[in-house]
């Protein structure tokens, strides 16, 4: 038996509307909309090849006002795609990750029609609606001053990591950068090529991206704290991470023999804390309940103490609705291995393996941020499609800790609607995982006929020795 967990909503609305108030409407909507029209891009394959596998876009934004970060997947290998945003705020900050790891940043308004064009090997943002200055679009690539080589780029030249003394030296470089970035900004400013609001976002990044890899708070004050109005700005967000991180009294713990910060003390240091504004320390729980989260920690409480203080209604569903926060009497079983399906209802392994009796049954563990876990699904669909007529169950089981890049992933897979297809509630406390020493993925596992574990590592769908395995199952 499956317990049904979410009740469906039921929305009423009565009144009659006149045409006048749908007209209305209509207007307010276009006006609460961003509407973006992608070109055609041949050069984004191998920017559309890592999407498919670890779910996350290139192109994301933030609304002014907001920390939530939404993602964009616009569909332009082979021809223009138009998406259209309607967002509660004046305005947006929309990164653009293009080319491995360069990172474009666009301020966009309610109300713009806004092409990117790709003819130029990068993206060149221009607004159909509205006059704008020189340097407010395409500040990256307009921009003469050359910035440090970061990290990421050092080792794809140099085939190595900086040592010691290179990265002293990059500190450095960037603190120039910073400084002569600034001059460059205020010029801009007075020949009227460059906005004061677009010159104060640009500034603020580059200084806030010098401070996250100094690592050097000694210049950091009460505004640089709570800076409402940069919230939205990724770059702000990470240096009040990083300030959380390295100023309150957060202790560490070994992971993997490694010393890694302790989330779960980082998120009582911030709530007890009275340093930040209401704005910049909500976030700052919302940023640590998540990652708590996504380390499959126990998080009922910590969100229940956020939900008390949380203004955004949207963060507080997202968690709630991402990491099932309701479902915490289900996570903490260890007797049960428990899962939930697409549309939210409970299940166990037991259960399945009983209502698959006389069957073999082929187990898939996987997760969205796998990356062989995804490029085998392909061969998992050719095996189904094998033995489709045959006595074999193939199921599917993610240890996701968050629902949502879980579902995004079953969308692609094309598992959305495939019965057998479950998100493990509880791993990896259940006493079956401990048993199966379930410590990395991608795994696969196999039942025979009468219901008892037979191969606890057996061979991957894509390789010689599964069909020899099934096939010897099937015909016990």
């Known amino acids: 038996m499956r317990y049904i967990f979410f009740s469906a909503l ?28 992608f070109e055609k891009n041949d050069a984004q394959t191998n920017s559309e090849k890592k999407v498919e596998i670890l779910t996350n876009s290139d192109i994301k934004y933030s609304e002014y006002g907001s920390y939530l970060e939404r993602f964009l997947f616009p569909k332009n290998k082979n021809k223009k795609d138009t998406l259209t945003i309607n967002i509660n705020s004046e305005s947006i900050l929309l990164t653009h990750v293009f080319d491995k790891n360069k990172v474009y940043l ?58 010691e003394k290179e990265k002293e030296q990059y500190k450095e470089d960037l603190l120039k950068y910073r400084i002569k970035s600034k001059k460059s900004l205020d010029s801009l400013v007075d020949i009227n090529q460059l906005s004061n609001e677009i010159s104060n976002i640009q500034y603020n990044r580059i200084k ?58 980082a998120f009582d240091e911030v709530y007890k804390s009275n340093i930040f504004s209401k704005k910049t320390k909500e976030y700052l729980l919302y940023n640590f309940l998540r990652t708590l989260g996504d380390e499959g920690s126990d998080i009922s409480n910590k969100f229940k103490q956020f939900e008390g203080i949380a203004e955004d209604s949207l963060a507080i569903d997202e968690i709630r609705n991402n ?23 409970i299940d166990n392994l037991d259960q399945i393996i009983t209502e698959n009796k006389n ?28 033995y489709k007529n045959k006595d074999i169950v193939y199921i599917y089981i993610s240890i ?29 406390n259940s006493i079956f995982y401990k048993q199966l020493q379930l410590n990395s993925i991608p795994r696969y596992v196999i039942y025979n006929k009468k219901s008892v574990l037979v191969n606890g590592n057996a061979p991957k769908p894509d390789s010689k020795e599964i069909i020899t395995e099934l096939d010897k199952y099937l015909n016990q």
Do not use: H
């Not at 679009?137 to 990421?152: A, H, R």
């Not at 700005?233 to 959380?244: D, Q, V």
């Not at 187990?363 to 876990?373: E, G, R, T, V």
């Open 323 to 345: 990491y099932l926060t309701d479902l915490s009497k289900f996570k903490k079983e260890i007797s049960k291995t428990n899962f939930i399906t697409i549309n939210k209802d």
């Open 400 to 428: 996701d800790s968050d629902f949502n890049k879980w579902e995004s992933a079953v969308k692609k897979e094309s598992l959305y609607d495939y019965k057998n297809s479950f998100l493990a509630i509880n791993y990896p």
């Open 106 to 163: 666009y301020q966009l308004k309610k109300g713009d029609t806004a092409v990117f064009n790709y003819s130029k090997g990068i993206p060149i943002l221009s607004i159909k609606n509205r006059q704008v200055k020189k340097f407010d679009l395409n500040f990256e690539s307009e921009f003469s001053s050359k910035k440090p080589l970061e990290d990421f780029d050092f080792f794809v030249f140099n085939k190595r990591n900086r040592n």
């Open 359 to 386: 069957k073999v049954i082929y187990i898939d563990f996987w997760a969205s941020w796998c990356a062989p876990c995804r490029a085998s699904m392909g061969a998992s669909k050719e095996l189904r499609n094998q």
């Open 10 to 37: 039921l929305i009423l609305s009565c009144g009659n509307k006149t045409a006048n108030d749908k007209i209305e409407n209509k207007k307010s909507n276009k006006q609460n909309q961003i509407i973006l029209i």
């Open 208 to 265: 806030y991206y010098e401070t996250n890899i100094n690592k050097n708070f000694s210049n950091i004050n009460t505004k640089d704290l709570t800076n409402d109005s940069l919230i939205y700005l990724k770059t702000y967000r990470f240096f009040l991470r990083n300030y959380a991180l390295n100023n309150l009294n957060i202790t560490k713990k070994s992971v993997q023999k490694e010393s890694t910060y302790d989330n779960g003390t």
